[in-house]
């Protein structure tokens, strides 16, 4: 039966050769105040040096698995079917819960949600503050939220472990928003904690190739949205951006 008043909570990290930047996601984990946390770590076999740096904290995560993979939506499916939490987040590597206290403000803002979300700083490879997300988190979350961008990111959505499934891997870049969405479409109490739960480090395979990326968003928004509104929604995200970048270079002019 689920302890309501301090669910267990799988937290995911899957990490490839990143001995740099694994330590600090590792550290935002493991001293949580929140006690009830089931820490999962999948390695896709790294040969850097991240193993190490993994293993000097074995005692503090309840399973690391090392082995090769299909990309990073395949290590993440392996997370998924080692959780045994009530809740699951992922924080790949890279990646940090806010503060040390997150977790547990998180879970005291309100009692048994299907999904709690917040927002989400942006970090730069030299670990500089770049701000809150271009798309920020909206006042109430639900399956709609996502027609004109990812609204929330995956670092800083806490969802009900029987509310998802898998990641499709047909999706090689933005499997994520489909995962998302889906259990979107199945929760009623959805928690909007008003505070930042996580820290993003910039990059990744999405941004390096972006244009695939867009394709397949496009394609998941299809599927939720429909053709016709995705169309007219997207005309709104070109205005927006449009926008956007306009009072972005006067701001830095």
Same mark, same amino acid.
Not at 1 to 21: C, D, G, H, Q, R
Not at 105 to 112: G, T
């Given at each position: 039966?689920?302890?309501? =008043?301090?669910? #267990? #909570?799988? !937290? ?21 105040? $929140?006690?009830?946390?089931? *820490?999962? @770590? ?11 740096? @993994?293993?000097? $904290? ?5 399973? !690391? +698995? ?24 992922? +924080? ?10 997150? !977790? ?17 700083? +942006? *970090? ?26 990812? =609204? ?10 029987? #509310? %998802?499934?898998? $990641? ?8 994520? @928003?489909?995962? @998302? ?15 930042? !739960? ?7 395979? =999405?941004?390096?190739?972006?244009? #695939? ?11 939720? *949205?429909?053709?016709?509104? &995705?169309?007219? &929604?997207?005309?709104?995200?070109? =205005? ?5 970048? %306009?009072? *972005?270079?006067?701001? &830095?002019?």
């Amino acid at each position: 039966m689920e302890n309501k =008043s301090s669910p #267990l #909570l799988s !937290v995911i990290t899957v990490v490839f050769n990143n001995a740099a930047n694994i330590e600090r996601t590792v550290l935002s984990v493991i001293n949580q105040t $929140y006690p009830n946390i089931e *820490y999962i @770590i999948i390695d896709g076999a790294s040969s850097d040096g991240t193993l190490n740096v @993994i293993e000097k $904290y074995r005692d503090r995560i309840a399973v !690391v +698995m090392s082995e090769t993979d299909k990309g990073i939506y395949d290590a993440m499916n392996k997370g998924l079917a080692l959780a045994t939490g009530d809740y699951v987040l992922f +924080m790949n590597s890279g990646d940090e819960i806010y503060t040390n206290d997150t !977790v547990e403000k998180v879970f005291s803002c309100s009692p048994d949600a299907d999904i709690y979300y917040g927002e989400t700083e +942006m *970090y730069d490879e030299d670990w500089k503050s770049l701000g809150k997300r271009r798309h920020h988190a909206p006042e109430r979350l639900n399956s709609g939220s996502f027609r004109f961008g990812m =609204s929330v990111s995956h670092q800083a959505i806490y969802i009900k472990r029987n #509310l %998802v499934s898998l $990641y499709n891997l047909d999706y090689q870049l933005s499997a994520d @928003i489909d995962w @998302i969405l889906n259990a979107l479409t199945k929760a009623t109490k959805i928690v909007n904690t008003k505070m930042y !739960v996580a820290k993003y480090l910039v990059g990744g395979m =999405s941004k390096k190739k972006h244009r #695939l990326s867009l394709i397949e968003r496009f394609k998941i928004f299809n599927k939720y *949205y429909g053709l016709i509104p &995705n169309l007219l &929604n997207h005309i709104v995200i070109a =205005s927006k951006l449009l926008v956007y970048y %306009v009072k *972005y270079r006067r701001t &830095n002019d």
